[in-house]
């Protein structure tokens, strides 16, 4: 049976590419290719801005209330729709189902904060700040927006950016990862069903050349993005450039610092899911833990238990708990670091090298592994693994737990584990992260927060979702008006007016 060949998604129709350049779509499990997935081009993208561009005036004037509606159905089908979706993301990216559906379910919830816009978009008003003269403020659309998403969340982190800037009244063309397209489409197929208009969201799957032409196209007004951090600090310093607003999300190194006094069974359990979960292919894993004075000894010893116990295979797979890597070449990049830990001189506790699935010896499988006696200038410590690989530093208090973390480049977030008040609260103001857990590992913020890091975890001002998600896609205009009553003759004259 020859390969599915995917298409665009422009102007509310799948549309093909007009270049030639096609890459492969895996399926981890079984390093299958299933489909192949076109890599828009220069042209594509001129058609994908050009249709956002005329589908703009009509968005832009469709009242927030009838916008929040079209939101609120397709919330309603992008549940009905779950289940082909959760298959989707597990397919393309190798998670579990179970974890696919808890990715999916966050980010619906966008869709569904999104869908109060009505409220979120209200101005301030203020009477009176001069005699007879009314001051107030009104959001508006920036215009036409675009979303660069990476391989690691197929729906959530597109999730994370689209349902809020349409709902604030502009268009939108995603770019997703050429390795996971297929959920990006599905989900903008959905999006049409419930009623969006024809080219208010775009998708054009692709490469650097479609994110690179995105970032010059002088009608493109606001560039959101998530992936590493050298892609980060190229699409802001290149988008920015060009005049654009933008929030480009990066790597991270999460640390979390384990203290005496943690209930050890809770919060082994909490870690292995934050290391382990998605093959550690998460923004939000916990990839490093800070073992604080007496507790390493213990806590090693059962992080090493629970995690040599992890059911590792395909992720469709109900009894599974941990799937592959993405691609074979990710996984080889994440094996050459293991490799570089122990030659550097990390102790290796747990070795997943030689893991082999049954049945499934082409998939792109790790074992999870676990590293003791870290050091700050080891490279599995440095740079970002982005795999099932856990490591564990040493700390001999909570202050220097405290510098070790700040003195890390990455920042996007951390937790401690603690049973004291005052250790957390000090953690809690003094730690230079986004976002902070407390007992809790993975602390994503809720739909109606706003999610980001700090440092070289984010590069811009403005966070994802939440208020600063609909500040992000807003533009605040101000007006001061006086209307006086017929006779009344006097206004400033020549000097700044200072309405007292
Ligand atoms: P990536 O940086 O390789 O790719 C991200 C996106 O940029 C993709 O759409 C890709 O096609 C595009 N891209 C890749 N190279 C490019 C280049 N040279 N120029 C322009 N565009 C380019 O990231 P990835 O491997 O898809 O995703 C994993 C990374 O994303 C990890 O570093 C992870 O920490 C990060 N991530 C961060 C967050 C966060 O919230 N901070 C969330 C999810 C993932």
Redesign the pocket.
């Known amino acids: 049976m020859a390969t599915q060949t995917l298409s665009l998604w422009i102007n509310g129709q799948h549309t093909p590419s007009s270049g030639k350049r096609l890459a492969p779509v895996f399926n981890p499990a079984t390093g299958a290719t299933v489909r192949q997935v076109p890599l828009a081009n220069q042209a594509d993208v001129d058609l994908a801005v050009a249709t956002a561009k005329a589908a703009l005036p009509g968005w832009r004037d469709t009242t927030p209330l009838r916008r929040a509606r079209i939101l609120t159905r397709y919330r309603e089908l992008m549940e009905a729709h779950q289940k082909d979706l959760v298959r989707l993301i597990s397919e393309e990216h190798g998670k579990t189902l179970l974890d696919a559906a808890g990715s999916l379910q966050r980010g619906i919830e966008v869709i569904e904060f999104a869908s109060g816009i009505p409220h979120l978009l209200k101005g301030e008003h203020a009477e009176d700040v001069g005699r007879g003269v009314d001051c107030h403020s009104i959001l508006q659309p920036v215009g036409i927006c675009a979303g ?6 197929p729906a959530m ?1 597109p999730l994370w950016m689209f349902p809020v800037a349409i709902a604030c009244g502009n268009t939108f063309i995603l ?5 996971v397209p297929s959920t990006a489409l599905r989900m903008a197929e959905i999006f049409h069903e419930a009623g969006l208009p024809a080219g208010v969201f775009n998708v054009i799957p ?3 050349e479609a ?2 032409a995105l970032l010059v196209h002088p009608d493109v007004a606001a560039i959101s ?8 600090q ?2 802001y310093e290149t988008a920015a450039r060009h005049g654009k607003r933008v929030q480009a ?4 190194k999460n640390h979390a610092v384990v203290m005496p006094d943690a209930d050890l069974a809770f919060t082994v359990d909490s870690l292995i899911g934050a290391a382990y979960g998605s093959a550690g ?1 998460r ?2 894993a916990i990839s490093t833990v800070v073992a604080v004075g007496e507790v390493g000894e213990r806590l090693v010893a059962a992080l090493r238990d629970k995690a040599a116990s992890l059911k590792v295979g395909p992720g469709t797979d109900d009894a599974i708990e941990m799937g592959p890597l993405v691609t074979g070449a990710h996984r080889d990049r994440v094996r050459g670091l293991i490799d570089a830990g122990v030659a550097e001189g990390a102790t290796l506790v747990l070795d997943g090298r030689g893991l082999k699935v049954k049945g499934h010896e082409n998939g792109f499988y790790l074992g999870p592994t676990l590293f003791d006696h870290v050091k700050p200038d080891m490279q599995i410590y440095r740079e ?1 693994i ?1 795999g099932p690989v856990l490591i564990v530093l040493r700390a001999s208090g909570l202050d220097e737990a405290i510098a070790l973390i700040n003195g890390n480049p990455f920042a ?1 977030g951390t937790a401690i584990f603690t049973a004291s008040g005052a250790a957390a609260r000090r953690f809690e103001r003094d730690i230079e992260v986004g976002m902070v857990g407390v007992n809790v590992p993975i602390p994503v913020p809720m739909a109606f927060f706003s ?3 700090w440092k070289a ?2 590069f811009g001002d403005l966070h994802m979702h939440g208020p600063e998600g609909v500040t992000f896609y807003t533009r605040t205009k101000v007006i001061t008006s006086r209307w006086p009553a017929s006779g009344e003759k006097k206004a400033h004259g020549l000097a700044m007016p200072t309405l007292g």
């Open positions: 660069i998403a990476p391989f690691n969340f982190v770019k997703p990862s050429e390795k692709g490469d650097k994110v690179d993005s998530v992936g590493s951090t050298p892609v980060a190229h699409i999300l990066g790597g991270a292919e923004c939000m970002e982005f996007n999610f980001g890091g975890s984010l």
